[in-house]
Structures are given as structure tokens and as C-alpha cells.
């Protein structure tokens, strides 16, 4: 089965076989893991990379931004969200986080579950997997994020 989100998308493609679900999340994880490689982690050394697929088929990646203060320090997946955000990009459809090691992947902390709830629909997948490798751990924002706060309870 063919996947037009990501054959639209040069960046996930690249080098990649494209096909259904499974290559989808290989391919995101992969630009997630070189996201990593540009982690600000002088502190933790913990190094953490996302990619966010749009439906329009674009890659937002981000990695984490310590901060000498520790509280200010920003998670991967929120700086891909925002900058998908600030370039006018709000229609997700999966998010592929590496971090931590193969048997304890790094999850998207509680945080960052809220954000995606923001404009994440419930159906929204999310996979992780190890910094370096390791299974992909394939789940969704409904799953991550039950009962997540909302000013509307209409969403
Ligand atoms: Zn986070």
C-alpha cells in the first residue's frame, strides 16, 4: 500500500523505501535519531530528537534545549511542534521521537502530551524508539493523553 502523506515528503523519503505504516515510522524515527545528533544536552547528556509529519506532508524536526537553569530546558517534541506551529503548520498526524536506549525509550513526557493534545485529533500516532535503536513502540495521543485538558469540550 502506497502512502501519499509520506511520498510527499522529500525529507522523510530520502533514502527510505516507501510503503505502509511500518516504513512510515522507520522513516520518521530515522529523522528523529539525526534530530538527536543536534541535541543541547551539556547537562543530562541526555539526547533527545523528534520529527513531526503534517498532513500536508512536511517534517518538523526538533531535538532538546538545556538550559543551565534546568527549568527552562525544552523537550524535543515541543520545539518540532513549535516550529511547525510558527511556520504556520498545525494539522499533525504522527510524531516520531529517539531517545534513551533500545529496552527504555524515551516517551514524550507529560508536558509535551498536552501540547500534541492541542492540535493532535486522538488518532494521532506517535511511535518511539532507542536513541540509537531498538523496536519502535507504536501507540497514539489518545493513548499517551486520555482525558487531556481542553477550554472546549467540544474537541
Ligand atoms: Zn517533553
Same mark, same amino acid.
Given at each position: 500500500?502506497?502512502?501519499?502523506?509520506?511520498?510527499?515528503? %522529500?525529507?522523510?523519503?530520502? =533514502?527510505? %523505501?516507501? =510503503? =505502509?505504516?511500518?516504513?512510515? *515510522?522507520?522513516?520518521?524515527?530515522?529523522?528523529?535519531?539525526?534530530? &538527536?545528533?543536534?541535541?543541547? &544536552?551539556?547537562?543530562?547528556? #541526555?539526547? /533527545?530528537?523528534?520529527? $513531526?509529519?503534517?498532513?500536508?506532508?512536511? /517534517?518538523?524536526?526538533?531535538?532538546? /534545549?538545556?538550559?543551565?537553569? #534546568?527549568? $527552562?530546558?525544552?523537550? &524535543?517534541?515541543?520545539? @518540532?511542534?513549535?516550529?511547525?506551529?510558527?511556520?504556520?503548520?498545525?494539522?499533525?498526524?504522527?510524531? *516520531?521521537?529517539?531517545?534513551?536506549?533500545?529496552? @527504555?525509550?524515551?516517551? %514524550?513526557?507529560? &508536558?509535551?502530551?498536552? /501540547?500534541?493534545?492541542?492540535?493532535?485529533? %486522538?488518532?494521532?500516532?506517535?511511535?518511539?524508539? =532507542?536513541?540509537?535503536?531498538?523496536?519502535?513502540?507504536?501507540?497514539? $495521543?489518545?493513548?499517551?493523553?486520555?482525558?487531556?485538558?481542553?477550554?472546549?469540550?467540544?474537541?
Amino acid at each position: 500500500m502506497s502512502d501519499p502523506v509520506l511520498s510527499r515528503s %522529500p525529507v522523510a523519503t530520502a =533514502g527510505l %523505501p516507501s =510503503g =505502509g505504516g511500518f516504513c512510515r *515510522a522507520a522513516a520518521l524515527i530515522g529523522e528523529a535519531r539525526r534530530a &538527536a545528533a543536534l541535541a543541547y &544536552a551539556p547537562y543530562s547528556h #541526555y539526547q /533527545v530528537g523528534a520529527a $513531526l509529519l503534517t498532513a500536508s506532508g512536511e /517534517v518538523f524536526t526538533g531535538c532538546n /534545549v538545556e538550559n543551565a537553569s #534546568y527549568g $527552562l530546558t525544552l523537550c &524535543a517534541e515541543r520545539v @518540532a511542534v513549535f516550529k511547525a506551529v510558527s511556520q504556520g503548520n498545525t494539522d499533525f498526524v504522527a510524531l *516520531a521521537i529517539a531517545g534513551g536506549s533500545a529496552t @527504555a525509550p524515551a516517551a %514524550p513526557c507529560g &508536558a509535551c502530551r498536552q /501540547v500534541l493534545a492541542e492540535f493532535g485529533k %486522538p488518532d494521532m500516532s506517535v511511535w518511539f524508539a =532507542g536513541l540509537a535503536n531498538g523496536p519502535i513502540t507504536t501507540t497514539t $495521543l489518545a493513548e499517551l493523553l486520555p482525558h487531556s485538558f481542553a477550554l472546549s469540550p467540544e474537541k
